[in-house]
């Protein structure tokens, strides 16, 4: 798929979160109830998918089925990397996570 046949919503994830997104990626978008905007994205056969955080100032999380954690920093908070995420939002990822798994998966 070239870029001028892209799908909108990838064209417009791209440009909001600065980041390399295809029609090839497995993608989700997340407004969170402080008006902070998730996205992610998963390439088929690269072993992590892509996350940005606009409260991150759309700073690029590497991620993968372990990547979310529970009381690593503190007790009862949720963190990816270095970035703290509320139970809504890691419930979000985690779902995107599970629905992009298949694409993590070598493939012979």
């Not at 791209?14 to 902070?36: M, P, Q, S, W």
């Not at 009862?76 to 995107?96: F, K, M, Q, Y």
Request: charged residues 25%.
């Amino acid at each position: 798929m070239t870029e001028d046949n892209q799908p909108a919503i990838e064209r417009l994830l791209a440009r909001l979160c600065g980041g390399a997104i295809t029609g090839k990626d497995y993608v989700g978008y997340f407004l969170n109830e402080h008006g902070e905007e998730l996205v992610f994205a998963q390439r088929r056969g690269e072993k992590t998918a892509r996350f940005w955080h606009s409260d991150a100032d759309w700073q690029m999380f590497r991620v993968g089925d372990h990547s979310v954690r529970v009381g690593s920093v503190m007790d009862g908070v949720i963190t990816v990397g270095d970035l703290i995420i509320n139970r809504h939002e890691a419930t979000w990822l985690s779902s995107c996570l599970a629905a992009s798994r298949h694409l993590r998966q070598k493939h012979s």
